[in-house]
Structures are given as C-alpha cells and as structure tokens.
C-alpha cells in the first residue's frame, strides 16, 4: 500500500510531498499527458509493476487519481487551519494568513493542485465525497469573511459569491504557475493577499506577525 504523506508542523514549510512509489509516479504521468491520456499500462511501466500488481493497490485508474486528490486537499485544509490559528482573535489577520496559505500551498504544490480539474472525469460517488471535503475549506473561507463583516472591518454584499471568487481565483494559481518563474511563491502570496484584502473591501491593515 501507498505510504501515507508526511505531515508539518510548520504550515508555510513545503517539504517534497511523498505520496509513495505509485501515486508520485501517477502524479508525474497526469501532469505529462492529463488524466484520459495516462493508461493503467502507462502507470504499471513507470512504477516497475505489472498491471494486476498495481490494481493491487488501487481498484483503478481512477481510485489513483482519487487518492491524490484527497491527500493534496486535505493538506491544504490543514495548513489552512494552522495558519487561521497563528492569526489570534485578529479577523483581518486570520483572512490574510488563510490567503496565503492558499497561496503557498496552489505554488509550491501546483502539480497536486492542478488535478482538481480532473474532478470532472470521476464518479458521482467519488465526486461528492470529493467535494463534501473540499467544503470545509470554503465553510473556512464563508466564517472568516463573515466574521470580518460583521465585526466591521470587511464590506462585502454577498459573502457566498465572494468566497466563491476567491477560491476560484485561488484555484487558478495552480494552472499556471512555475516554481522556476520569475515569482517566488512568496511573492505571489503577498499579492494575492493584497488583491483578496481588496476583493472583501478591508477597512484596516493586517496586524503586525
């Protein structure tokens, strides 16, 4: 069985994600040639197995791409929560640390991240239990944002669609980003963090760390 990923103390630390032999090579394989043009032949060759030794493992190709998925979103719930954490009772503080989490996690982790597209291709089944974990991120997101309206130092109309934009904008890091661009992933975290202060009309500045 696949070994299970290393988990940090440190939520802007991004050691190498080691998922084991036949998702790290799965991973490789969709982010080469998308999940449709990756075969379980393809997959078997790379980790150096037989077919059936590999349906060992995973029921199919899909149940890889699955088991990618939900270790890379639930590492991304994960810091997100360390860093809501590290931001106090400070609303403004918690928004901006849970953007750069995001952030952090769509750059550093951009190949993992990228296969959320591929959602479209699996199950219903898969898709739902997918998405009902995926959820909790957005239910992070709708409580900070609510939380900063309320205390008045965010202006938004409509939190639901402004979470949803942010996500969404958070999301598409992934698509194109290079670690070897001219960005670092700091750099693009101070940004965005900017723009999402912005998008929920932020009436302060985050507080000093």
């Known amino acids: 069985m696949s070994a299970p990923p290393e988990t940090t103390t440190d939520w802007r630390e991004f050691e190498p994600m080691r998922l084991g032999p036949i998702l790290d090579h799965a991973l490789e394989a969709f982010h080469e040639n998308g999940f449709h043009g990756t075969t379980v032949r393809d997959l078997a060759r790379r980790i150096g197995v037989t077919v059936p030794a590999l349906y060992y493992h ?29 931001g106090g009772d400070d609303p403004v503080r918690r928004f ?16 993992q991240s990228a296969l959320d597209s591929e959602v479209r291709h699996v199950s219903p089944a898969n898709r739902r239990n997918y998405a009902a974990t995926r959820k909790e991120l957005e239910l992070m997101a709708l409580d900070l944002v609510t939380d900063g309206a309320e205390r008045g130092v965010f202006v938004v109309d409509d939190v639901p669609e ?17 670690i070897d661009g001219p960005l670092t992933p700091d750099e693009v975290a101070e940004r965005y963090t900017a723009i ?13 760390p």
């Open 162 to 178: 402004t979470v949803r934009a942010l996500l969404g904008m958070g999301q598409s890091i992934a698509r194109w980003y290079q």
């Open 58 to 86: 995973h029921e199919n190709k899909e149940a890889v791409l699955v088991a990618i998925m939900d270790t890379t979103v639930r590492d991304l719930i994960d810091r997100c929560r360390a860093a809501v954490a590290d």
């Open 96 to 111: 901006s640390l849970f953007i750069e989490a995001v952030v952090l996690n769509m750059t550093h982790r951009a190949r």
């Open 196 to 208: 999402a202060l912005r998008v929920v009309g932020c009436q302060a500045p985050p507080a000093a």
